[in-house]
């Protein structure tokens, strides 16, 4: 009987976790929620920094502007923070070579994002991958419902 009052409980205790009003950001222009499970949970996310937004949500940089930045971080919560966090990206844009980016950190990675072969107008799809939890928690999957499937930033140099 103990153990039934016990798995009640957890289960409780659960259900009350999920069910609860929690803090968490959809998908933007410049924000990925890599959230674990449900939005807001476990709120790791990806940022884009650098890109102005503009119309549509379509983003821009400046003609000279060479590079964007990228941060992958864990959440805010006590102990999770401090978590391994991995991060890459891939540049593509046509008639250029790709470039490719990767770091790894604990609470939080930075990357330096290479927008080369400048001319004007030029488009740059910045694909990510992100591991959280120190590798337990990959980022897009099947587990983070606003990212289950691969969502490139798409960046334009301004005329």
Same mark, same amino acid.
């Given at each position: ?35 674990? =499970? ?93 591991? =959280? ?9 099947? =587990? ?16």
């Amino acid at each position: 009987m103990r153990r039934v009052r016990i798995l009640a409980g957890v289960a409780t205790l659960v259900v009350g976790l999920i069910g609860a009003p929690v803090a968490g950001a959809a998908n933007s222009p410049t924000f990925r929620d890599c959230s674990l =499970f449900v939005p807001g949970f476990d709120p790791d996310f990806v940022e884009l920094s650098g890109a102005a937004v503009g119309a549509g949500g379509s983003l821009t940089v400046p003609p000279g502007q060479r590079h964007v930045q990228l941060e992958a971080s864990e959440s805010s919560d006590p102990g999770d923070s401090s978590g391994h966090v991995t991060l890459s990206a891939a540049v593509t844009s046509p008639r250029a070579p790709t470039q490719t980016v990767a770091g790894a950190g604990v609470g939080k990675v930075l990357l330096t994002v290479p927008l080369v072969h400048g001319g004007l107008g030029r488009s740059y799809t910045i694909s990510w991958s992100a591991t =959280f939890d120190n590798g337990n928690h990959a980022c897009p999957s099947a =587990f983070t419902p606003e990212n289950t499937a691969p969502n490139p930033f798409v960046v334009t140099r301004a005329h």
